[in-house]
Structure formats: structure tokens, C-alpha cells
């Protein structure tokens, strides 16, 4: 691959990996019911940052400015794998994670709808594959994507 598309596609992954799993997670809790816990919540924040940051240096696509956004997403969305790999660890008991539950849907009496809402433990997967959780998933994801994004912008710098 030359290192003009190498830099290209580490763009677009930039911008790519995030949204999916994004989507991934809002059809999980809206489509199947998946309510996420605190920490769930904490992985979602570098991802919407690093879309953000991937559309600003898709529009500066080329420019100095644009290769340190995509490394500032490539960054967040490996921060967001990482908080995956804490929290899959404390759904595994590996190591005891923070000690409150939440959930974030207040609607217009707010008191009632704290009052009706289901606890979301932190360590309990709501749902796993082959014994790994949405947490995990997303640590094996996000890290091998913010991996494979530096390497291209590596291979792109090159002569």
C-alpha cells in the first residue's frame, strides 16, 4: 500500500471504528435493552470524542493539523479500549471496580424514575459472546484500531 492511501485509510478508520461501535452499543441498549452502567458510559466518552476529532482532520485531510487529529482520535479511542479492559476485568473479578451503579433515565418525574430504575452493576456483563463482554469487545477493538492507525500514519510518513 503506498503512503498516501496508508494515511487515507487511517483517516477513515479514525472516523469508522468509533461510529460502528457507537451504533453497536446504542442498538444494544435500545434495540435488545442492554442498559449500560457507569463504566459503560466511560468508554462511549473518547469514542464520541475521537469522532469529533476524526471529522475535523478528515477536513483538514493532508495537513500537519490533520495527521495530529487523527492521532489525538486514534489516542482517545485507544483510552476507550483501555477503560474496556478495566471494566471487563471487573466483570471478571479480577479487581474491584468503582462501587456505585447507575442509570440514566430521568424522564419527567425524576425522583419516580430513579425510584423505577433497574440497577446496572458495573460487574455483571449484560451480555457475552464466547465468554467475553461488550467491555471486553471493545478493549480487543479499540486497542488493535488505535494500534493499526498509528502504524498507517507510520507507513504514510514514509518517503
Known amino acids: 500500500m503506498n503512503p498516501a492511501a496508508s494515511r487515507n485509510l487511517a483517516y477513515w478508520l479514525a472516523l469508522l471504528v468509533p461510529a460502528v461501535l457507537i451504533a453497536a452499543v446504542y442498538v444494544a441498549q435500545y434495540g435488545f435493552g442492554l442498559a449500560p452502567c457507569e463504566m459503560c458510559w466511560w468508554q462511549r466518552y473518547p469514542h464520541f470524542a475521537a469522532i469529533i476529532l476524526a471529522l475535523g482532520a478528515l477536513s483538514l485531510m493532508g495537513k500537519p493539523a490533520g495527521d495530529?487529529?487523527?492521532r489525538l482520535a486514534a489516542l482517545a479511542i485507544g483510552v476507550s479500549g483501555l477503560i474496556g479492559a478495566f471494566h471487563a476485568g471487573?466483570?471478571?473479578h479480577w479487581w474491584q471496580g468503582?462501587?456505585?451503579c447507575s442509570s440514566s433515565?430521568?424522564?419527567n418525574d425524576p425522583l419516580a424514575a430513579i425510584l423505577a430504575?433497574?440497577?446496572v452493576r458495573c460487574d455483571a456483563p449484560a451480555w457475552t459472546l464466547l465468554g467475553v463482554s461488550l467491555a471486553g469487545y471493545n478493549f480487543l477493538v479499540s486497542v488493535?484500531?488505535?494500534l493499526l492507525?498509528?502504524?498507517l500514519l507510520s507507513k504514510g510518513r514514509r518517503p
Do not use: H, W
Open 68 to 70: 495530529l487529529l487523527v
Open 98 to 100: 468503582i462501587t456505585t
Open 90 to 92: 471487573v466483570e471478571y
Open 144 to 146: 488493535g484500531a488505535a
Open 117 to 119: 430504575a433497574p440497577v
Open 149 to 151: 492507525i498509528f502504524a
Open 105 to 107: 433515565q430521568l424522564g
